[in-house]
């Protein structure tokens, strides 16, 4: 089977989420330039026409769950987007991207926890559970491109 999920380990699925990111956006134009070091949780950055940098963090989650990016590590700021790749098995993956902005007004699907008092760093999420799919389909990969395009021409 060619999308074979549970045959790759975490790391594995990263890896490959990250870079079927980078080629869906090189394939709609845009120019991207990974990062040498994730240690600032940009996994890489790119740009459209002579538009902004935009800075990409990239999660990946089979099938439902939940993701998050520690706040200290991803900023509600106009440049910034989580690219989310869900991999259910047989498929190929769907793409999402989010602005970090669209936190600012946290609901069932984007979270917002800041753990205070816990072991926990403060973090943003995303809870994909069934019900919370229709709001996910505003982030839909091919739509965000489409304006991001759009804010460029």
């Known amino acids: 089977m060619r ?3 549970k045959k790759l380990n975490r790391q594995q ?3 490959f989420s990250e870079y079927f990111v980078k080629m869906e956006l090189t394939m709609y134009g845009f120019q991207v330039y990974g990062s040498e070091v994730d240690d600032r949780g940009i996994d890489f950055v790119a740009r459209y026409e002579k538009g902004p940098y935009l800075s990409v ?3 990946s989650l089979r099938e ?4 998050f990016m520690q ?3 991803f900023q509600i700021s106009p440049d910034w987007y989580l690219a989310l790749a869900i991999l259910y098995q047989g498929k190929e ?3 999402y ?3 970090s902005e669209a936190w600012r007004s946290p609901n069932s699907l984007l979270v917002d926890r800041d753990y205070e008092g816990k072991k926990s760093k403060p973090e943003w999420g995303l809870n994909l559970s069934i019900k919370n799919m229709p709001l996910l389909e505003e982030y839909a990969f091919t739509k965000m491109v489409a304006k991001l395009q759009a804010m460029q021409a």
């Open 71 to 73: 706040k200290e590590k």
């Open 97 to 99: 991207l989010v602005p």
């Open 3 to 5: 999308f074979d999920w």
């Open 64 to 67: 439902k769950g939940y993701v």
């Open 93 to 95: 993956p769907e793409l």
């Open 13 to 15: 699925v990263g890896a």
């Open 57 to 59: 963090q990239v999660k």
